[in-house]
Structure formats: C-alpha cells, structure tokens
C-alpha cells in the first residue's frame, strides 16, 4: 500500500511538472512571462482591424506592403511588428514616430502611407543628446541605450522619393512642442528611450496628438523592457492597450467617447 502511494504520488509530481513546463511555453512563445499579472490582454492581429483576417492562404493580398529586411538593422522593428505598421500606415495621413534611430522603420511608413501623407519623427543626434532628461528612478542602462542609439545624423530614407513626406524633429522628446499635431495623428509609434519617464512622456503627448480611432503603437512591449511593460500595464488599467501576439507591440486604438 505504502509503494502504491509512492508511485502515485510520483506520477502526480511528474504529471504537475509537466502541465507547468507546457504553460510555461505556451506563454515564453506568445512573448508573455510565467505567470505574469499585466493587465494587457494579449490579442490576434486581426482583432486589430478586420484585414489582417487571414484566409486559407494565410494574410490577404490586401495586406501587401512593402518591407526592408531586418538582418542587420540595429534596434529595430522586425518583419512582422513592421508589416502591421505598414499596413494600418496605408491609410493613415498623418503619422507620427517618438525615435527614428536608422530612420528604418520611419522610411517604411513613409513608403507605405498615401502619397500626401505626413509622417513626423523626432530623436535625439550626437548634437544634441546633451538634453537627455533622465528620470529620477531612470536606470543608466535605459539612458545609455537611448544615447547609443541617437548617433545617426544621416538617416535610411535621406536622400529618397519619400523624404518629402517627412518631418524630421532633432531634439528631447520630453521638450517637444506637440501643439501644431493635436488630434491630428491617424497613428503613432512610440519607440524612443524605453526608460519609464520616457514611455510616459511620449504616450501623455500622444494622447494629445491622436485622433479619434486612431492607433497608438509601443514597441518592445517585454519584460526585457520594465520601462515599457510596467507604464503600459499602469495605463491598460485606464485604457483598452493590448498586446499583438507573436510581437513586441503594444496597441491602443484610442477612443475619446
């Protein structure tokens, strides 16, 4: 009796180890943590907007768009995370991007937003990175980051058919004017400092510059990335943000009804 209990207790040990590792999985693959408490509910692309259902083929031709590779680029957007935003970014007339690093992903909207679209994008240049404004609870690494990545004075889309289309800003974030963008913005990528003070600054304007049903994007929506997860889960308690599945995007169609 003793040995059939031992054995049975083994089996239940082994078989909750298991169904532990298994959960575990499922949730490291959709980019979520063990047993996270973020209130961002986590959703499929199409539940975005309708054209990113996918038909027996996969995504519709409706969702064509055209894309730079990622390999190489340095701290970017992958293939997947910019395909969405190219494709909300063919509708949008105006557009407006917190941290153009390479200019990568800001060249990709551009060639993807309507010929008479406007896509505005500030960041920080070895000039100016002097006004860097760290928060006081701003770890050194996030600044460090922010400083490493505002070395481009050139940027992928100069020079180009689509530079007309763009506004570029050079200076801090948190000292941007955004008057002249108040409720004017179709959709915004938010990708600069991923420190805490800066997501929130960045959002706070951005909530001022969006329109009604408009798209507000965050980039590196990770626990990789406290600044961002822990500002977003904040703010998902007081809006509908959510988390693109299989991608480091956190999305809000604003709403002000």
Known sequence: MLLLTIILLIFIILLLFSLSFAFRERRRRKGRPFFD????????????????ASNEFGPSINTETLLIGDAGSFASTNLTEAWILCVLA?????????????GRTTYMLARNAPE????????????????????SDDPDLWSKQALIESNYTKFLYSDTNEEKKIRQFLGDSKTFDE??????????FIDGSHAYSYVKSDT????????????????????????????????ATQYPVKHIKGTRLGILKFTNN
């Open 37 to 52: 408490n973020s209130p961002v509910e986590l959703i499929e692309a199409s539940d975005i907007d309708p054209i990113f």
């Open 116 to 135: 008479d679209a406007t896509i505005g994008t500030i960041t920080l240049t070895p000039e100016t990175a002097k006004n860097y404004q760290a928060g």
């Open 90 to 102: 063919k509708s949008a007339s105006t557009i407006f991007e917190f941290g153009t690093c390479s």
């Open 179 to 188: 008057h002249e963008w108040i409720n004017q913005c179709d959709l915004i």
């Open 204 to 235: 706070e304007k951005s909530m001022r510059m969006i329109k009604n049903n408009g798209f507000i994007i965050w980039h590196d929506f990770s626990p990789a990335c406290p600044g961002v997860w822990n500002y977003l889960s904040e703010l």
